[in-house]
């Protein structure tokens, strides 16, 4: 008897991640660092080499996942009560992956990086049933795909063979049988493109006042700014890091050159924390400066990755 599947489910109920992600990592699992997995919920799959769970992943309670093969990207937020099951499911980096989630994926079914989703229902197969000769049922099915930093309202349903384009908003309630162009805004049922919202998402100049106001109070309340210089700048190059340096830095920049992240990697500086916005791009070091100013410029809508070009 195959006691895997039992013992996991067991585990799960326990109110601690550490037991449960050492229990999937000796199964072969590739499980992050900073990774949490709430009561109840587990993970299910075949061969647990083709599960992959990035850094900063939080799995809230009683949600199950029994897939062939699984991605969720680092920093993914995966709410209570979801279920998904099926072939292959990927979740991308930064994604809000809401509360009552059901996924069939009969399928492939691919959700973008920085997506926000929740009390949505995605099928991989068609619902309309065509009987064939032979006296057996044949129904199709394609694979779903949600775009980069969509956003769809609670009530959803989505249809196979469908892709929801890049920044795209999905109205609740909508039944989407086709697909949606990127940068459009789309509802109804059967859901229908209303009009274009490309011109919502050019870059602002008062963005990074705003990044610039809201680091300097953040840091103000939390540590001792007399030890931390700002540089806030349209463009920070390599010469903005040639000093030695005695306090704690914080550069962020519409545009921060390679050479700086590459610098920085090779001489894995902690002292600096750096961040391009246009790129939504990150110097990724241990300090917990970094990591909470990461977090907290998502409310301007940007989610960042590291920075991981190889080092020559």
């Known amino acids: 008897m195959n006691l895997k599947r039992p013992t996991i489910e067991a585990l799960s109920w326990l109110p601690y991640s550490a037991p449960k992600i050492a229990l999937y990592r000796k199964l072969g699992a590739n499980i992050g660092e900073r990774v949490r997995i709430g009561k109840g919920s587990f993970i299910w799959s075949p061969n647990f080499r083709e599960v992959t769970i990035g850094d900063g992943v939080t799995l809230r309670d009683n949600t199950r996942f029994f897939c062939k093969k699984l991605t969720i990207q680092e920093d993914s937020y995966v709410e ?54 032979e006296g057996r049922v044949k129904r199709k099915s394609g694979p779903v795909t949600i775009g980069r930093r969509a956003s769809l309202a609670p009530g959803i349903h989505i249809g196979a063979n469908v892709n929801i384009g890049d920044h795209s908003i999905i109205g609740s309630g909508s039944i989407v049988l086709k697909d949606i162009s990127s940068y459009t805004l789309a509802a109804g049922v059967p859901c229908r ?22 680091v300097e109070e953040y840091v103000a309340t939390k540590c001792d700014k007399s030890n931390i ?29 390679d050479e700086v992240f590459h610098k920085l990697k090779v001489s894995s500086e902690e002292s600096i924390s750096a961040f391009d916005v246009r790129r939504q791009l990150y110097h990724k070091n241990e300090n917990d400066l970094t990591h909470e100013l990461k977090h907290g410029m998502r409310r301007f809508g940007l989610v960042f990755k590291p920075y991981k070009q190889s080092i020559s």
């Open 193 to 214: 493109e209303i009009r274009s919202i490309r011109d919502q998402f050019e870059s602002k100049q008062e963005l990074l006042d705003d990044i610039k106001k809201y």
């Open 80 to 133: 209570r009560d979801c279920f998904v099951s099926g072939s292959e499911f990927l979740l991308g980096f930064g994604s809000y992956f809401g509360q009552r989630m059901f996924v069939d994926c009969t399928e492939p079914v691919q959700i973008g990086q920085e997506v926000i989703i929740s009390y949505t229902n995605i099928y991989t197969h068609e619902m309309n049933y065509t009987w064939v000769t």
């Open 229 to 257: 210089k700002f540089l806030f700048d349209e463009s920070i190059t390599a010469s903005n890091i040639t000093e030695n340096f005695e306090r704690y830095y914080v550069l962020i920049g519409n545009s921060v050159d």
